[in-house]
């Protein structure tokens, strides 16, 4: 069944079509929440918001972009709004500096790359995060990132450029292991 048929079955409470909506595109919105928030337990969440935000804007879906643009863009949103929820809570907690000092013994051993490649993207800035994601890795291109994040195609491309500096900058000492 095409996006289209699918969308009116839906439309009409088809449980069977919105269990198919769901199936059709969960893992694509939780694979996308995973790699912006690097967390188990947060993707789930957002994952669930925002198919739970889908159907109810659903009838809202004029079909003017792909129905996955849309549901991304849905999810890009959910996501962020989640982030900087998660990021005012964790400012209100108590600060490293305040916190008393404990006897750490340092690790002699440098992390692998993967784990390394995982902080660095961790630690890009959110637009910058949420370009290099959708493109590098799940292969939008950046008249759809524009679309789904609310800005110019060029401005993607910009912040990809950025994100990849970056990047190219946090991982420099493992430069020769990837040619």
Known sequence: MDDAALIDRVRLQDPRA????????????????????????????????????????????RADSALSTWLHAIAVSVILNGLRKVKRIHGREQGMDELPEVAITARESEPDLKQRMREAIDALPDGYRMVFVMHDVEGFTHEEIGSALGIQPGTSKAQLFRARGKLRAALHEFAGEWQ
């Open 18 to 61: 919105e269990r198919a909506f769901y199936e059709r595109h969960v893992d694509r919105i939780h694979r996308l929440a995973y790699r912006m928030t690097g967390d188990e337990a947060l993707a789930r969440e957002y994952t669930q918001d925002t198919f739970v935000r889908a159907f109810d804007k659903l009838s809202e879906f």
